[in-house]
T-cell receptor
């Protein structure tokens, strides 16, 4: 399977714990995106990378959130001191440079904070 | 501030008939629009797109219409098939961010196609 891969697919954590999600994009894609989707809503943009550079962060990305793409390949999204409001699906997507209709999404990582 | 709105949470149509999904937007700077389909437990998959310089784009059974003056777009599926049952998201990109891949999504419309 050469699509966007995310893991873990599901994570249940206690409030206050840290969690990390990993995304492996399509290999030739230099753009990588993180979105968040809550129940009944569409995906909301969080941040994106071009190669290893993080070029934009949404105001939704509080100080407790950090994303990295150390070698321009896979990416991690870490949430520190999780809160119940962080419960959502975290979607990763990748694309070729500037090609909006080639944005491919992964299956998402479900986070439940209890 | 919901810049992209899909006011119908759900739609049910009979197999073989036309499905029309609607989307409204408020930001006049949006210049590229996309429709995504999402099955349960899967990520959204790209369906069809349209640039603001066009008013129609067709791909097989799927056609997207854009009315810029009304800030409205619609997705037509003809004929509808049971496999089309999914959540459909409308998304838009602003001129300044069309090169970043930052998409603004609507809330989604759940389409059910009955056999």
């Amino acid at each position: 399977d050469t699509g966007v891969s995310q893991n873990p697919r599901h994570k249940i954590t206690k409030r206050g714990q840290n969690v990390t999600f990993r995304c492996d994009p399509i290999s030739e894609h230099n753009r990588l995106y993180w979105y968040r989707q809550t129940l009944g809503q569409g995906p909301e943009f969080l941040t994106y990378f071009q190669n290893e550079a993080q070029l934009e962060k949404s105001r939704l990305l509080s100080d407790r959130f950090s994303a990295e793409r150390p070698k321009g390949s896979f990416s991690t999204l870490e949430i520190q001191r999780t809160e119940q409001g962080d419960s959502a699906m975290y979607l990763c997507a990748s694309s070729l440079l500037g090609a909006l209709n080639t944005i491919y999404f992964g299956e998402g990582s479900w986070l439940t904070v209890v | 501030d919901q810049q992209v709105k899909q006011n119908s949470p759900s739609l049910s149509v009979q197999e073989g008939r036309i499905s029309i999904l609607n989307c409204d937007y408020t930001n006049s700077m949006f210049d590229y629009f996309l429709w995504y389909k999402k099955y349960p437990a899967e990520g959204p998959t790209f369906l069809i797109s349209i640039s603001s310089i066009k008013d129609k784009n067709e791909d097989g059974r799927f056609t997207v219409f854009l009315n810029k003056s009304a800030k409205h777009l619609s997705l037509h599926i003809v004929p509808s098939q049971p496999g089309d049952s999914a959540v459909y998201f409308c998304a838009a990109s602003e001129g300044s961010s069309s090169n970043t891949g930052k998409l603004i999504f609507g809330q989604g419309t759940t389409l059910q196609v009955k056999p």
